[in-house]
Structures are given as C-alpha cells and as structure tokens.
C-alpha cells in the first residue's frame, strides 16, 4: 500500500486525453495544443469544441458548437423561478452550485445518460453559467435582466447581459481569451471532484456541481478574489507605493499572500503570461493603471522574497476588475470557464469508467470494548 | 511517480481517526469500537457523537446531542420555500442536493468557519436531512406536512414524519441501527469527494454536497434501490423459487447483480451480518417472508455462482422495505445516515489540511502545431 502522504501529490488518478502540464518547464496543453498558441487564435466556442471533441471544429462544426451554445443560455423555468430568491439570499458561489443542482430537473434530456444526451447537458451547463451569473447580479442590484443575445459569442454575451451594454471587441476578445485560459488544467481539485462523482455513475449535473463546489474554496478558484481583496487594500494604503512593504511585511509575519505558487509549476505559469499581458493592455486602455501597477509590485516583492512565481489567479484579478466584473463574481466567473473542463473530464470518466475509492490510513484509538452509558 | 491505476485502489489518500476497516477480516470500527459492538448498544446519536468527538458520549454529553439533534429538523425558511417546487420537480437525491445546497444561505453560523461553528452546522444538517426526504415525500404525495417530534430519536421521527404515525419501538430500533450501520465507512467515494472539497477549504454546505452527489450514483448508494427493483421483479415472476434461476442466469449473461462485492472486503461485510437478521426479524414480524426469502435465495445463488459475499445495500433493501419506505428514497435515507460520517470527515480535513489534487498520465495526442479554420 502507497503512502504518498496527504494531498495525493503526484499520484496518478486518472488518465486523461483532455490537458497535460509539464510543470518544470512551464506548459499548459489542451489536446496537444501549446496553451500559447491556443491563446492567440482560439476562441472559448473553439477551446469547448477542442475538450469535448479532441480536435479543433471545422467550420461547420464550429457553427453547430456556436449555435448550440447560443441557443441554449437561457435558464428553465424551474431555476428562473429560483434566481430572486437566490439572488436576495445567497453568496455567488452557492447560488451556482444550487442553480447548478437544481438544473437537472428539467433538462429537456431528463435522465437520459447516453454518451449524445450527456454531450448536449454538457453544452447546456456551459451555455447557461454565464445567465446565471449575470441574472443573479442584476437581481441582487434591483436592475431588469438583460436577455442573452445570442448573435454574441458567449465571452462577450456575458458582458453585454452583466453590464447591458455592449462591451467593445476588444474587452470581449480579452475575456474571451480568460475564458481559454481557464478553461482546464489537468486533475485540478475541482476537476477530481467531479470525476470522483462521476465514477459513483452519478449523473452530470451532480458532478459539475461536486466541482463547483470544489472551486468555491480560498485554496482553489476563490484566491482570485483575494487577490483582488489585497489589490484594493494596497490602493486605499496609498497605492503602488505602498505594495512593495505590504507584501514583504505579510510574508514575513508568515501570512499567505494569494496568486502565488502552484503543486505542479516550478515555473511561471503559462497562463499568468497572457493575464499580466492583457491586464497591462486594459491599464493603459482605461487610463487607469493602479491595479496593474500595484499587481507588478506585489509580483516582484513575492519574487524577491520568495521567489515564488504568479499562478493564474494573480493577474486574472486585474483583468476582471479592469473589465469592471464585481470581485465576489470572479470565481463564479471562473466557474463559467472551468464548466468546460469538467464537463468534457466526467464525459471521459463515464467512457472508460473505474470507482475511485482509495484507502485512508487509521490513525484513531485502538480497538477497544463498549461502554455502557452509566460506565462512562 | 507512483501509477496506481484508475480509481485509486490501495492509495491512501488521507489520514483518519474515524473509522477504520480489516477487509480480510471482515472488521468495521468506529474510533475503535467495532460496528459488532456498536450495532447492538450505540443509538445513532451516541454514534454522531462519537464521530465527531472521537469518544463516546457521557450522560450530559447524549443529552446535549441529542437536545441539538432534536431542536434543528426544521428546514429553514429559505429551503422551505423550495420544496415544493423540489418535489414537484425533482429525483429524490437531486431534490437533497439542491436542499443542503441551498440551506446554507440561511445557516445561522453563517459564513462563521470556525471549529464551533462547523460541528453546529454540521449538527444541522444530520438533523434536518430526515425532515427534508420525509417531506419532499409527503408534498409530492399531497398529503399533509408531519412536523417533526423533538421528544423522539431521529429514526424514531424519520418515520413518524414519513408515514404520520408512530412506529413501534422494535421498527424504530431497528431503523436505528441502520443509521448506525451506515454512518461511515473510512474513503467511500462520497466521503473522500467531500473531503477533496473541503480541502480546497471550501464550506462544509459545499463539501456534504458534493458527498450527496456522489453517493447518488449506482456504484456508491444507489445500489440499495436497484436491489430492490430486482426483489420486486423476482417477486412478479413469482416469488423466491424464481431467485436463483434468475440470478444465475443475470450472472452468466454477464449482468452485474447489484449489492455483492466490495473493493475493500474480502469476506461478509460486517454490516451485512446484521441487516440479514433484521430482514429475517421483521419477515417474521410482518407475516410476509418474501423479500427476506427472495434475497436469502439471491445470495446462495451468487455465492454459489461467484463465491462472492453480499455488501451493506443488498439487506438494507429488504430491511427498508419491510419498513414500508419507498424504494426511491432508499439512498436519500443512506444519505440520512451517511451526513454524520462526512461532516466529521470534513472537520477532520478542515483541522489538518492540505489540498488533495492528484496527478494525471497524458494519453492524448501528442504536441501539434495551431491549424486555422481555413486549414482544418
């Protein structure tokens, strides 16, 4: 028997075709294809296509994934009739993981678990996330729902029903390419909850929501909003200036700084180059360039001190909050990326399908004998 | 980089104080004490505690739990809203997913994760789960609501609010042991999906959630029900003589009969033990033998066949049966039990945790050049 200690790290869970990592020399691939070059060219409809499918779409199945993905973005009826309630009650990341859960009920698909039938709840779970969140915003703020447009790609669909306005072209192809960039990431926490659920043959909707409620921790998609949380207390100590003491101070009293480090990485996440890079193009593009600013500053403090490199969280707090997206919706927005990993990871599970059940090691009293009650 | 295969057998993927099993020997124990001790003396509230205090209960300790067991079966406002809808629209275990995911928004720790706050909650949801089955099965029946009964045991009232009328004390008990029997089980899928969620240090809601998820699957707990499809349908095609013709000719066309085998057991599983003589007890009781004949009949069938020995589902179906609950609630009322044994888990995780995120083996296509859509 194995004891890799706690965290199962660098054990082997799963096999998988989706997304490989070569953490010591700092690559991220979907399906064979260089996150760098994926980055650039694909949009998040072609990066589903490629985890769903394994190959990029041709045109006309790119048009069939479009069409698909617009189609399908409005929530049923019996999740509408819950989003004022969940709205006035709950935290973003519970109101998707609810929403999320109560979805399945009325899937036009109902229980049907066919390889077809999970393919297109799969493409409806990606497809309404994006609803859900931006509803969910506008009913906690008081302002009417906008419908989703679904002439708009899914990146910038979001946008327009999160703000009701149109973002310009270049915002939306910025969060589209977030979009790419989080789209999936090996056997991440959420991602193996998912597929754990999976294995039990449980149904899709369980799994994706098994992830959700994986990614809503500080420790996995909710260190983007802390991040966000540390960037806006820099700015109200005096901004940039300030970083540099702010971040050395935490570290060395010992307190996680967030954004940093990563189990697989050695190197610089890939994914933080094109964040940094977009997040310096929206500073100068707003005028306003304190959260980048600030975020570099944080950056080389942790480098020096630490030498630690940013993982994906850390600039992809500065992209939201230049796109204007509130901080409390950057891991659901996360979670409207994410979907698409999961989703094509449990449809793998399903197909070559084994329970994952491991041991645990006892280390509780030794076997001992009842007690009465009155003995105690 | 170890390989362990899929599905993680033999890997420990955490330590744990809470139970512990001899596979070879046959041996379950809860912190020590094994389930042959404790299914005969512990009430599921001495088990509870000992789950989460690692020690038995002493008097003013059982009082204590037992008053906060007993005070907390009421959903709370938000969640009551919601069931109806739940049970107009929803699978039984899809319905308990979205309830305990949605009972979080108006938990009155709130967002407070402390150690106390966390067994309270965790208290909450062992003692609200029976009231939501038993309503959720009510309201879809349209028949009036059963409040609960602060005065009875928490198997006592699960009946009593299922079926409107009290049930004797020997059905109770017996019911009783059940939830003991279920209550954990080391790295079950379930257990150990919630753990990997609440070691992303997401909340104990999201984390039992995702237990339910899992254990929703015909792997995990769904197996009970189909049991039971299987006793009703040996039953229509006339009874016990038609049992082992039935099974044996499921198994040699290569059908998998539902609740034998375990991964960890290599011989009777201790719980089995003493679910066969409580399904004998109330065939006795009930005057009709048939699903305890049916299943004795399945059972020399397959052991003859296989040599295999029946797990924990195969008699609970009987059991639950007998105890008149419907069959499609069979895995909710695992869950009933089950919540007691992940939330300790996720307490345990939460006091010493490191994030659980495995590695993968790349099997997909090898690195490959961007293509544009024009070339595809």
Redesign the interface.
């Known amino acids: 028997?194995?004891?890799?200690g706690?965290?199962?790290?660098?054990?082997?869970?799963?096999?998988?075709?989706?997304?490989?990592i070569d953490g010591k020399e700092g690559v991220l691939?979907y399906?064979?294809?260089?996150i760098h070059?994926?980055a650039p060219?694909?949009t998040f409809e072609e990066t589903c296509y490629l985890l769903h499918n394994?190959e990029?779409?041709?045109?006309q199945q790119?048009d069939e994934i479009k069409e698909q993905l617009g189609r399908e973005r409005e929530p049923n009826d019996?999740v509408m009739?819950?989003m004022p309630?969940?709205a006035q009650?709950?935290?973003p990341?519970?109101m998707l993981?609810?929403a999320c859960?109560?979805s399945?009920?009325?899937d036009p698909d109902g229980?049907d678990t066919s390889e077809e039938a999970n393919y297109r709840k799969a493409m409806r779970l990606i497809a309404v996330f994006p609803t859900l969140v931006a509803y969910y915003d506008r009913l906690r703020n008081d302002q009417p729902l906008v419908r989703p447009d679904s002439g708009l790609s899914l990146a910038a669909n979001f946008l327009y029903m999160l703000k009701g306005d149109k973002a310009d072209d270049a915002e939306a192809r910025i969060f589209d390419i977030c979009l790419t960039l989080h789209a999936d990431h090996?056997?991440?926490?959420?991602t193996?909850?998912a597929r754990?659920?999976?294995?039990?043959?449980?149904?899709i909707?369980?799994?994706v929501?098994?992830g959700?409620?994986?990614?809503?921790?500080?420790?996995?998609?909710?260190a983007n909003e802390q991040v966000m949380r540390m960037i806006k207390e820099i700015r109200n100590l005096g901004g940039a200036g300030k970083a540099r003491d702010y971040t050395i101070d935490k570290l060395r009293n010992k307190v996680k700084v967030m954004g940093f480090g990563h189990?697989?990485y050695k190197t610089e996440d890939p994914r933080a180059t094109h964040l940094r890079r977009m997040a310096k193009e929206l500073a100068e593009k707003s005028g306003d360039g304190s959260n980048y600013e600030i975020s570099q500053e944080i950056e080389r403090a942790v480098m020096d001190e630490k030498g630690i490199y940013p993982n994906v969280d850390f600039y992809a707090a500065s992209v939201y909050g230049y796109l204007r997206i509130p901080t409390d919706l950057f891991t659901p927005v996360f979670a409207c990326s994410r979907v698409s990993g999961w989703t094509a990871h449990v449809r793998e599970q399903y197909a070559?399908n084994?329970?994952?059940?491991?041991?645990?090691?006892?280390?509780?009293?030794?076997?001992?004998?009842?007690?009465?009650?009155?003995q105690?």
Chains 1, 2 share one sequence.
């Open positions: 028997m194995a004891a890799p706690k965290g199962l790290e660098g054990v082997v869970a799963a096999e998988t075709a989706i997304s490989d691939s399906v064979g294809y260089d070059d994926l060219n694909a394994l990029l779409p041709t045109e790119l019996f009739d819950l309630q969940l009650n709950t935290a990341m519970s993981r609810t859960s109560a399945s009920a009325n229980w090996t056997m991440n926490a959420s193996f909850a754990v659920c999976a294995a039990t043959l449980s149904d909707h369980s799994a929501t098994a959700i409620a994986a990614l809503k921790g500080p420790l996995h998609g909710g189990r697989v070559d084994r329970l994952i059940r491991p041991d645990h090691a006892y280390v509780g009293p030794e076997r001992r004998s009842w007690k009465a009650l009155s105690r």
